[in-house]
């Protein structure tokens, strides 16, 4: 119940806007950019979200609200909306969705709850896909929403540089030439009309540059991409330890690692198979580096925390296991590091090593310490 005095009949929220008129222009429209300004999720999506916080807050008339928006996008159905605000594990919506309902339930009880884990697990689910930004807005572009246009930037970052040919053949398997060259051409339309939008006609492109069949994503500045970004801080990290500058290492290799979102779904394809994995081995070896280091400073936690994320990168890394058991052990939570060596021991399985070697081996990284 209000403890001013608010005007009567007015339900919720709008009595205090009624109270303070001042507010309730700026309120508004930071919830109109919240629910139905650009973004890689619905608006409907956000509504159920908005919704499922305000249950849990026990505010009725936010949660009415919410609720009715929600399901008014969803077709006029409340069974999604009610599922999720009753048990969201549960209900009927995608991983990804779970993921970050997740991660609001845990900021419903304080933002300090949530967790790395929370975290990595929305940006594996595609919380974080491909996205691009102008000037640090997300762009909303009706032709970003054609998949095979952000499928071709997503291209390009992980072939700079390719040939028409190969990026027909890659993208369009099932064409032949004559269409694959046609869909290239009109793909790539829709691509510069993003990237460059005050670009007058015919005038050539600067960041996709055309030589004969040949196609070159040229950032320079210009883009900011941070599959490359990542690729030079893992870089700089192992030059720096080969310098014997652990300070530098950690430096770069925790700027690198803020950058791993998991795979994005836009990386699924066979194409980009190969770069992926690449970059999962570089994430796992940076985060296994990282926690070493941080493990010999007596930083448990943050040790912790990040051979848990390159287990999760690779379960069957020895290293991340092995620093992860280490990191419990170094904490004194003998609990925590037995459930991490039965992880262990159940990867072990999944790769068909004998159940006697594999119990022999958690036993002996259960017994060993971390050099």
Known sequence: MPHISLPEGLPGITSGFAFRPETAKPLREL???????PSTLTS???EMIAAFVSSR???EFCQASHSAAAAHHLGGSYATVDAVKRDYQAAPVSAKLKALLAIAARVQQGGNQVTPADIVRAR???ATDVELRRDGVLVDAP???RERVRSLLAYL?????VSRTQAGDDLWPRMDREAQSRNLRVTLTYLLRILEPHRSYRAPSYLVRQHGNSLVLHADGCLSIDLWEFDELWALALAAERRGAPAQVLGYAARALDLWR???EALSEPWALARV???RVRFTDLATRVARLLLAQDHVAQARDVAQRAVEANPWSDDGHRLLIAAHRAANDRLAARRAANDYRASLSELGIDPHEAKVLVERMLGSRVR
């Open 44 to 46: 409907g999506e956000r």
């Open 31 to 37: 919830a109109e950019v919240l629910l139905r300004g």
């Open 143 to 145: 032709d970003w929403r």
């Open 124 to 126: 594996a689910e595609g």
């Open 277 to 279: 994995e690449q970059c």
């Open 57 to 59: 807050n026990d505010c």
């Open 157 to 161: 970052v992980v072939h700079p540089a």
């Open 262 to 264: 998991g795979e994005p």
